[in-house]
T-cell receptor, first 111, second 115 residues
Framework: KQEVTQIPAALSVPEGENLVLNCSFT??????LQWFRQDPGKGLTSLLL?????REQTSGRLNASLDKSSGRSTLYIAASQPGDSATYLC??????????FGPGTRLSVLP | AAGVIQSPRHLIKEKRETATLKCYPI?????VYWYQQGPGQDPQFLIS???????DKGSIPDRFSAQQFSDYHSELNMSSLELGDSALYFC??????????????FGPGTRLTVT
């Protein structure tokens, strides 16, 4: 059974810092991995999707990497802004199955 | 671009009542997934449908049932509601693996409050 963990659980940084969020999964036979952003009480906003054959994806200030062999993915946020404050969820999908979500990292970017 | 539509967006019910949540997938998407997110929890998979047939089942209580209709929209029926059913319910849609689908697109969610 796939299990997903995320470290740290919460993170508070001053504006402008570069930061890294970590996601680990137990079953490396994944189909893809997706990073989401969730604002309090709101829906899930897809940030980046990485297929199992890819090693990284980039979108603006966001870069996500995938190392299947070690069961890890990182989300790198450059030049953080207060508007980046949210919970970031990592979700892993095995072949033919649904997403398994991690518990999330709650990010606060202070002005 | 059209997104996943969920209705209602908010629902308040009393214990032991029933509730029906609806999900309208992105046009041409044939697969629908339901997730439940309790307060402070990560989303948990409930059930999925492909071409109107149940394709996978997660932690869905026996009090809940769901189906997918010929127009691919889906409904989650919840009976004998309990306080613990209060949560945000997400629907996601995708093309099937056979059709080359890989990404799930999530709706805005329905917030169910059971009092």
């Amino acid at each position: 059974k796939q299990e997903v963990t995320q470290i740290p659980a919460a993170l508070s940084v001053p504006e402008g810092e570069n930061l890294v969020l970590n996601c680990s999964f137990t079953d490396s036979a994944i189909y893809n991995l997706q990073w989401f952003r969730q604002d309090p009480g709101k829906g899930l906003t897809s940030l980046l999707l990485i297929q199992s054959s890819q090693r990284e994806q980039t979108s603006g200030r966001l870069n996500a990497s995938l190392d299947k062999s070690s069961g890890r993915s990182t989300l790198y946020i450059a030049a953080s802004q207060p508007g980046d404050s949210a919970t970031y969820l990592c979700a892993v999908r095995n072949y033919g199955q649904n997403f398994v979500f991690g518990p999330g990292t709650r990010l606060s970017v202070l002005p | 671009a059209a997104g996943v539509i969920q209705s209602p967006r908010h629902l308040i019910k009393e214990k032991r009542e029933t509730a029906t949540l609806k999900c309208y997938p992105i046009p041409r998407h044939d697969t629908v997934y339901w997730y439940q997110q309790g307060p402070g929890q990560d989303p948990q998979f409930l059930i999925s449908f492909y071409e109107k047939m149940q394709s996978d089942k997660g932690s869905i209580p026996d009090r809940f049932s769901a189906q997918q209709f010929s127009d691919y929209h889906s409904e989650l029926n919840m009976s004998s509601l309990e306080l613990g059913d209060s949560a945000l319910y997400f629907c996601a849609s995708s093309l099937s693996f056979l059709a080359g689908g890989n990404e799930q697109y999530f709706g805005p969610g329905t917030r169910l409050t059971v009092t």
